[in-house]
């Protein structure tokens, strides 16, 4: 045993005589003895030097090339700061997120300028620099003219947007447009001077270096920490949380844009789980609803305008069922339709069978009432929408083209649907009413009101239009036993002088009011006005109750006033005031 033991210390001895020499023996050794790898504490000892190194070559980069390199990375980091602060708003920009973003966007932009002499990189600048371009004007205009980001919400309504609604939009639209174009020249002439600037430069090795480095650690903190924060948030959210630490933040909306659109897509896969309704015998041979556009409560001499914009309606005031304080569903049409025609609150989330139990089927169900869709809005999109699906149970349908001419044009379309066969009639008309820009929503002889402030003018020359517009299918249905529903989807806010949707009470503050011929039941014959809240989803019961339809189920009532988008829902209540 002593003879082992002596001949083992002197084993060990020399390894540790060896430590320096290039014995792989007296390595393993003294690893086998330790167990602890011998390149653990060296790894920072070689590290610190290797570190030490770069920064004196990055000094020594910027004292051998002058002025021109400090100059073209300091334009470069101010180009890159400028979206990162529209995205995230005043004192918001600061966000880790944006850090990484701009982060990869400088980093991606000194790769490009040092390898722009290859074609590829040429073609990778372009289509990088113009979607950038495109992030940045659908960001400055959501910016001012929304006061919001550019969200899911925006998105759908970009999509489902027809070719004429997008030239009525053109003026509002084109500063931004020019926003966008400025932006991809400014960037495109900086990338070009930056590469020669740095082809010029003594090391230019170094910014490709820089740039590998920066762009590897970030790309790696955005794949490895968005993934971690939806499993900390128990979300499905990793896409869109990647998405945002991109300087292409705008797809973060496209993708849950197109998930949305998806599941639109299931709800024609879906049949309405309700039975056969229970149909009450009434007299009742027409119900007309008119859907409103943009119409926001105040602009109406109904509920108080000084201006007088509702003469036909004041006139009716014995027939009408006026409520005082009606609120839309959302302040877009896009989300604001659907909750009022089927069984679902606004809601967050959304559940394909719940479109498909609307109301429109439940009349087509009851084999009595005939089932019209009569738009002044456009058909494109109508396979993807919301509106469009719900639309689509309707038996007989038309869709003007060119979309948004002014809503007399839809009068002989009701006039055909009333001298048709059927005995009973459920017809919706979907107006252009308000909608921006109003100068354009009715003819020269409705331009009653001269005003300082000419936009407001039109806005109420428009609301008196769609007054005309009522009075006409109220004239129609006089001597037959009808009932009328007249609601905007949603109201407006003015910003910078526009009339505009706007996530504000002033955005969802509509007018809503039942007209009765004198010829119908005297179940249905309520006038006077509903001081009660109420929210513009009641109008599935309404409509069952006009109807004579009765279901085992009921809709619950929307008491707390939820106004809701995709990305977004919260209570009227709790809304700001808007303009």
């Given at each position: 045993?002593?003879?082992?033991?002596?001949?083992?210390?002197?084993?060990?001895?020399?390894?540790?005589?060896?430590?320096?020499?290039?014995?792989?023996?007296?390595?393993?050794?003294?690893?086998?003895?330790?167990?602890?790898?011998?390149?653990?504490?060296?790894?920072?000892?070689?590290?610190?030097?290797?570190?030490?190194?770069?920064?004196?070559?990055?000094?020594?980069?910027?004292?051998?090339?002058?002025?021109?390199?400090?100059?073209?990375?300091?334009?470069?980091?101010?180009?890159?700061?400028?979206?990162?602060?529209?995205?995230?708003?005043?004192?918001?920009?600061?966000?880790?997120?944006?850090?990484?973003?701009?982060?990869?966007?400088?980093?991606?932009?000194?790769?490009?300028?040092?390898?722009?002499?290859?074609?590829?990189?040429?073609?990778?600048?372009?289509?990088?620099?113009?979607?950038?371009?495109?992030?940045?004007?659908?960001?400055?205009?959501?910016?001012?003219?929304?006061?919001?980001?550019?969200?899911?919400?925006?998105?759908?309504?970009?999509?489902?947007?027809?070719?004429?609604?997008?030239?009525?939009?053109?003026?509002?639209?084109?500063?931004?447009?020019?926003?966008?174009?400025?932006?991809?020249?400014?960037?495109c002439t900086l990338l070009v001077w930056g590469h020669r600037v740095i082809r010029a430069a003594k090391r230019r090795e170094i910014v490709k270096r820089v740039g590998f480095i920066t762009l590897t650690l970030t790309l790696c903190i955005s794949l490895i920490g968005c993934p971690i924060l939806s499993l900390l948030h128990r979300d499905s959210r990793t896409a869109e949380r990647v998405w945002h630490t991109t300087p292409l933040y705008f797809f973060a909306a496209v993708n849950e844009g197109i998930n949305i659109q998806i599941r639109l897509r299931q709800v024609q896969k879906y049949s309405s789980t309700i039975q056969a309704p229970t149909i009450l015998p009434n007299s009742t041979r027409n119900v007309v609803v008119i859907l409103g556009e943009s119409a926001r409560r105040d602009a109406l001499s109904l509920y108080g305008q000084q201006y007088a914009t509702t003469p036909i309606a004041n006139t009716q005031i014995d027939n009408l069922l006026i409520y005082d304080s009606a609120v839309a569903c959302a302040p877009h049409t896009l989300y604001a339709i659907p909750p009022m025609l089927c069984s679902a609150l606004p809601s967050t989330s959304f559940n394909p069978r719940d479109m498909a139990n609307n109301i429109i089927h439940l009349a087509n169900l009851s084999n009595l009432w005939t089932t019209y869709w009569i738009s002044n809005q456009g058909k494109y999109g109508v396979h993807d929408s919301e509106n469009g699906i719900i639309a689509g149970f309707s038996k007989r349908q038309h869709w003007m083209h060119p979309t948004y001419q002014h809503d007399g044009?839809?009068?002989?379309?009701?006039?055909?649907?009333?001298?048709?066969?059927?005995?009973?009639?459920?017809?919706?008309?979907?107006?252009?009413?308000?909608?921006?820009?109003?100068?354009?929503?009715?003819?020269?002889?409705?331009?009653?009101?001269?005003?300082?402030?000419?936009?407001?003018?039109?806005?109420?020359?428009?609301?008196?239009?769609?007054?005309?517009?009522?009075?006409?299918?109220?004239?129609?249905?006089?001597?037959?036993?009808?009932?009328?529903?007249?609601?905007?989807?949603?109201?407006?806010?003015?910003?910078?002088?526009?009339?505009?949707?706007?996530?504000?009470?002033?955005?969802?503050?509509?007018?809503?009011?039942?007209?009765?011929?004198?010829?119908?039941?005297?179940?249905?014959?309520?006038?006077?006005?509903?001081?009660?809240?109420?929210?513009?989803?009641?109008?599935?019961?309404?409509?069952?109750?006009?109807?004579?339809?009765q279901t085992l189920d009921r809709k619950p009532d929307n008491t707390d006033l939820t106004v809701c988008e995709p990305d977004n829902a919260t209570t009227y209540r709790q809304l700001p005031e808007g303009n």
């Open positions: 045993t002593r003879h082992h033991d002596e001949q083992h210390y002197r084993t060990r001895d020399t390894a540790r005589t060896d430590h320096g020499s290039s014995s792989p023996y007296a390595w393993t050794h003294v690893a086998e003895q330790s167990q602890v790898p011998p390149f653990l504490p060296l790894a920072p000892i070689n590290l610190l030097p290797m570190i030490k190194r770069f920064v004196i070559q990055i000094r020594s980069f910027f004292a051998e090339n002058g002025i021109r390199v400090p100059l073209f990375l300091l334009a470069a980091a101010l180009l890159w700061l400028v979206p990162e602060f529209l995205n995230f708003a005043p004192f918001r920009w600061f966000r880790p997120r944006a850090a990484i973003s701009f982060l990869l966007s400088f980093s991606a932009f000194l790769l490009l300028a040092y390898y722009l002499r290859t074609i590829l990189a040429k073609v990778i600048a372009f289509l990088f620099l113009a979607l950038v371009s495109v992030n940045m004007g659908l960001l400055t205009a959501c910016l001012y003219l929304w006061q919001s980001d550019f969200t899911v919400s925006e998105f759908l309504a970009l999509t489902h947007t027809s070719p004429g609604e997008i030239r009525t939009m053109a003026p509002a639209i084109m500063p931004y447009v020019g926003v966008a174009l400025s932006f991809f020249i400014i960037a044009v839809l009068l002989p379309f009701l006039d055909s649907a009333l001298h048709d066969d059927s005995p009973k009639k459920l017809i919706f008309i979907h107006l252009a009413g308000s909608h921006t820009p109003a100068h354009d929503r009715f003819p020269k002889q409705f331009a009653r009101f001269t005003l300082a402030d000419q936009e407001l003018a039109d806005y109420l020359n428009s609301v008196l239009y769609t007054d005309y517009i009522t009075g006409e299918i109220y004239h129609r249905l006089e001597d037959s036993p009808s009932i009328v529903i007249y609601l905007s989807d949603h109201g407006q806010s003015r910003i910078n002088g526009h009339f505009l949707h706007h996530w504000s009470k002033k955005g969802v503050e509509v007018p809503l009011f039942i007209w009765h011929s004198q010829s119908v039941d005297s179940t249905f014959k309520r006038h006077g006005r509903i001081q009660q809240p109420t929210s513009t989803s009641d109008l599935f019961e309404l409509l069952k109750f006009y109807l004579g339809i």
